[in-house]
């Protein structure tokens, strides 16, 4: 049985090209890609002989077995341990949103399915949707009949969507948002379900939605006992 994680990546934007170019040759045929800066302050820097550059996240789904040949070649081909090349780390997933959307992440990659993997004593999830830009109204909308709370949305851009056509059946735009929201273990699935019912391929917004499993919180007190 396969073992499937979020993958990501934080490198600087100039050596996103190569990054995306081992990924696609390592079988991560499908990944989004999104902006961000550094935060370390100038003495933090000239310690480690570092210049202040601007970022790139890269999101993509692994299964074990494949996450285990890309940090090689991270370590081999793109030398990812000199200081300043960047990171990259994996996040165990719980669960995926049907069955087609999961041969749409993990394309050209083997993996046997097996029983839903979970954490002990997990009492949240993390909801990750993908979803066409411009409709995180209609999915907010939808999670919040389920009775999510509010999420947080980055804008990205997808690499390998025009997989979509043969998993999915549909064209989907390369132009993304993706949507984090924490749930209560118990909720999730409602949540899921009411997503990809409202939101899902069948919908403009074309979700995606997987989950990942929080093992503690801070600051979701209020929203608890609520």
């Known amino acids: 049985m396969s073992e499937l994680f979020m993958m990501t990546t934080i490198t600087s934007r ?25 935060t370390a302050n100038s ?4 310690y480690f002989g570092l210049e202040s550059s601007e970022k790139a996240v890269i999101f993509g789904i692994v299964t074990d077995e ?16 000199v200081p300043g090349t960047g990171i ?32 002990k004593e997990t009492k949240h999830e993390l ?19 389920a009775n999510a709370n509010g999420g947080t949305i980055i804008h990205a851009k997808g ?18 948002e993706i949507i984090f929201l924490v749930t209560k273990k118990e909720e999730k699935n409602k949540v899921m379900k009411a997503v990809m019912q409202n939101a899902g391929m069948e919908s403009k917004a074309k979700s995606i939605v997987f989950s990942l499993p929080v093992t503690d919180t801070a600051g979701l007190r209020l929203i608890e006992e609520s």
Do not use: C, H
């Not at 909801?127 to 009949?145: E, H």
């Not at 690499?159 to 993304?176: D, N």
């Open 14 to 38: 100039n050596m996103v090209t190569k990054f995306l170019s081992f990924y696609k040759e390592s079988q991560m045929a499908v990944s989004l890609v999104t902006l961000g800066g550094g």
């Open 43 to 46: 003495e933090m820097l000239d």
């Open 66 to 81: 494949v996450w285990d040949y890309i940090k090689k070649g991270l370590q081999s081909k793109l030398q990812i341990d």
């Open 88 to 119: 990259a780390f994996t996040i165990p997933l719980s669960s995926i949103g049907g069955k087609r959307e999961l041969l749409f992440l993990t394309e050209g990659q083997k993996y046997e399915k097996g029983e839903e993997s979970t954490l």
């Open 127 to 145: 909801l990750v949707v993908i979803a066409n830009q411009g409709y995180s109204d209609l999915i907010m909308k939808a999670a919040r009949s």
């Open 159 to 176: 690499i390998g969507m025009e997989l979509a056509e043969k998993f999915l059946g549909v064209s989907l735009a390369s132009e993304k």
